[in-house]
């Protein structure tokens, strides 16, 4: 992605031009750069100035579902119902760095630093994850541990790996969503901004096998199946080619 415009000056035209096609007549409607040289130069400068700051605005053009290195945080609340199940259970929720856990909030929330490759209208691609989140009866020592979360935007899923206590970590499809365009906010690609995508905290929906992990960890999950767990919003900028 240029972020840079190279401007070009054609003395003999009398045409400056942006790198990006941008052309400024110095002729037709426009002042002559025929006079003295100061005249000239004063021209010039101000040819200059107009280009670069219809430049500094103009939208660099992205092919509709092009796909974009991306990176940002996700963040995933437990749903009040899902908090209120836990601590009456007295699961205690923590975070694993990377991740970090905000319980300043009427739930406990984790922050999941992210990266990935996502369309600019979220209808495809992907996130991957680092840190994970775990959860822990303080009666006798039960727990669920979810890492490695992976968001895919085609499928509307999120898959997590789930350990129970000792076991071997294994994928879990944890939960599904859906995507209304009006909680997405998106800043297209220009010559001053690298562009942008911010997600409203979305409903998810406990999938079979994400409340069967739950049931194995503590004899229940904390929402039935088919109920909203926890939901997630997200803020990402595109990765500029160049960094």
Known sequence: ?????????????????SHGGIVVSLHAGGPSMKGSPMRRRAVLATALVSASAVASTAVVAVAAGAELPV??????????????????????????????????GATPCVQWPMKGSISLDVSSGSWASDGDVSFTRASDGRSLRLSQAHGDLAQQTMTVEAAVGGEAARSVELSTHSIDMKDIAVTMPSLNSS???EAKPLGTVLTADGAAVFTEAFGAPPVPGGDIPATVAGRVDVVPAFS
Do not use: K
């Open 71 to 104: 990176a940002g945080v996700v963040t995933w609340c437990l749903s009040p119902a899902a908090a209120q199940h836990l601590a009456a259970d007295g699961v205690v929720v923590s975070a694993g760095a990377p991740a970090a856990l905000d319980s300043s």
């Open 1 to 17: 992605m240029e972020l840079i415009t190279r401007i070009r000056v054609n003395l003999t035209s009398g045409n400056v031009t």
């Open 195 to 197: 562009g942008s995508v």
